[in-house]
Structures are given as C-alpha cells and as structure tokens.
Nanobody
C-alpha cells in the first residue's frame, strides 16, 4: 500500500522560509520520480516542482529561483525548501509519485503579508 506523509507546513511571514518533507512507503522510493503540487482555496491543484530518479529538477515559473526540491533516498523522503515566500504561495502542499495516483493528506502553508 502506497503511503505519502507530508509535514513541515506552518504560518510564516512574507519573505520567510519553510522546508516541507514527504516520506514515502509502500514503493521503492529510489526508482521513482516525485512531484510537489499545491492547492490554494478555491483554485485547482497546480504542479510546483519535479525531481527525477537521477536528481534532475524542474519548477513552475511561479516558484523558480525561490523553491528547491531535493530527495533523500536513504530516508525515502522528498523535500521542498521554500524561500522568499509570498502570500500567493499560501496553499495546501502535496507530494506525489509520478507513476502512482496516490496522494498524502497535504500540509498547510500560510504566508502572511
């Protein structure tokens, strides 16, 4: 059974930083590419960042230069370092495995102005 557990969200002022984590179980993490998504109130879920098995990364234009995705295969965990946060980054953040239609419960990020 595939499980994803996100953590690290919280309330932060604009310009601040947060580091999100997502721990995966039920699959061989090291051979799976990963995504981060987010969903703001009243909006559709949007893709944020991607990391391949080999560590290549890609980002949505809205977060490029501010967010960094990384992975720790020994801990089956993917991280999202978020710097220079803006109020428009407020959302529930989710991780997902590229090849699986499984989602965690998400972690709330709220950025105050």
């Amino acid at each position: 059974q595939v499980q994803l557990v996100e953590s690290g969200g919280g309330l932060v002022q604009a310009g601040g930083s947060l580091r999100l984590s997502c721990t995966v179980s039920g699959v061989t993490f090291s051979i799976n590419a990963m995504n981060w998504y987010r969903q703001a109130p009243g909006k559709q879920r949007e893709w944020v960042a991607y990391i391949s098995v080999g560590g290549s990364t890609n980002y949505a234009d809205s977060v490029k230069g501010r967010f960094t995705i990384s992975r720790d295969n020994a801990k089956s965990t993917v991280h999202l370092q978020m710097n220079s946060l803006k109020p428009e980054d407020t959302a529930v953040y989710y991780c997902s495995i590229v090849l699986y239609n499984s989602w965690g419960q998400g972690t709330q990020v709220t950025v105050s102005s």
